[in-house]
Nanobody, 117 residues
């Protein structure tokens, strides 16, 4: 059974920082592209950042220079360091796992990030 468990969300003032974590089980973690997505009320879910099994990253333009994605295969975890948070970053953030060479995708339950102005 695949499980992705996010943590680290919360309420923060604009300009502050949060670090999201996602712990995975039930998958061969090192063979997965891991990603963070977010969904704000009334909006579609969008990619924030992803990191391949080789460590290559893609960062959304809206967060480039402020957010960093990283992974620790030994801990089966992926992280999203969020600095310089803005009110428009308020959303539910979801962890995502995509096994290499397949079309399967797994999602976590999400963690709320709220940035107060």
């Amino acid at each position: 059974q695949v499980q992705l468990v996010e943590s680290g969300g919360g309420l923060v003032q604009a300009g502050g920082s949060l670090r999201l974590s996602c712990a995975a089980s039930g998958i061969i973690f090192s063979l997965n592209t891991m990603g963070w997505y977010r969904q704000a009320p009334g909006k579609q879910r969008e990619l924030v950042a992803r990191i391949t099994s080789a460590g290559s990253t893609v960062i959304a333009d809206s967060v480039k220079g402020r957010f960093t994605i990283s992974r620790d295969d030994a801990k089966r975890s992926v992280y999203l360091q969020m600095n310089g948070l803005k009110p428009e970053d308020t959303a539910v953030y979801y962890c995502n796992a995509a096994p290499v060479g397949t079309t399967r995708v797994f999602w976590g339950q999400g963690t709320q990030v709220t940035v107060a102005s």
